[in-house]
């Protein structure tokens, strides 16, 4: 399996335009999740899907932000508008059910840098 | 607030040395444990998980867990420099939800 993958691998944007950011998790997984990592606040879980529904968007920053999956190979978290203090590494991972006790893969990132 | 606490570091050994690495955690109801090693610039990889009070080996890398004390910790066993990396705590708290430490950041000094 290809792993997780995440597109783009770098996002370069002025301040108040769209960002999305695309994940398709490994085959067969159930669960997708969403982080965001920066120095000063760590890995933190943005919002996570379960069969394609969220199941716990609690720590989505602002209504500027939301996150969508389509289907069950297919996810994107959007941006609008963004924001310099948006800038972050931001990770996508995925997970499955038969997976003991929740072991998470990760795609390589997308670096967001608003200007 | 659910917390994972982690001493920052850095953290240096010398080549061949024992690493020993530590995590508290806030929430009583956890299961779940992990420890996952990020490289400068490179994502998370799992390296060891761990759910029963005690100790776990596999190879050099060795957790250990106490619940009464809500402590989970790390040991490497003859630390390499391609040990190097930053150390991420992480608690399963209910469902899948997984908190994360902030990292220790490890180096092994040739």
């Known amino acids: 399996d290809a792993g997780v993958i995440q597109s783009p691998r770098h996002e370069v944007t002025e301040m108040g335009q769209e960002v999305t950011l695309r994940c398709k998790p490994i085959?067969?997984?159930?669960?997708l999740f969403w982080y965001r990592q920066t120095m000063m606040r760590g890995l933190e879980l943005l919002i996570y899907?379960?069969?394609?529904?969220?199941?716990?968007d609690s720590g989505m920053p602002e209504d500027r932000f939301s996150a969508k999956m389509p289907n069950a190979s297919f996810s994107t978290l959007k941006i609008q508008p963004s924001e310099p203090r948006d800038s972050a590494v931001y990770f996508c991972a995925s997970s499955s059910t038969d997976l003991a006790k929740n072991i998470q893969y990760f795609g390589a990132g997308t670096r967001l840098s608003v200007l | 607030q659910k917390e994972v606490e982690q001493n920052s570091g850095p953290l240096s050994v010398p080549e061949g040395a024992i690493a020993s690495l530590n995590c508290t955690y806030s929430?009583?109801?956890?299961?779940?444990f992990f420890w996952y090693r990020q490289y400068s610039g490179k994502s998370p990889e799992l390296i060891m998980f761990i759910y029963s009070n005690g100790d776990k080996e596999d190879g050099r890398f060795t957790a250990q867990l106490n619940k009464a004390s809500q402590y989970v910790s790390l040991l490497i066993r003859d630390s390499q420099p391609s040990d190097s990396a930053t150390y991420l705590c992480?608690?399963?708290?209910?469902?899948?939800?997984?908190?994360f430490g902030a990292g220790t950041r490890l180096f092994v000094k040739a």
């Open positions: 085959s067969g997984h159930d669960y």
């Open positions: 992480a608690a399963n708290t209910g469902g899948f939800k997984t908190i």
């Open positions: 899907f379960n069969n394609n529904v969220p199941i716990d």
């Open positions: 929430d009583r109801g956890s299961q779940s």
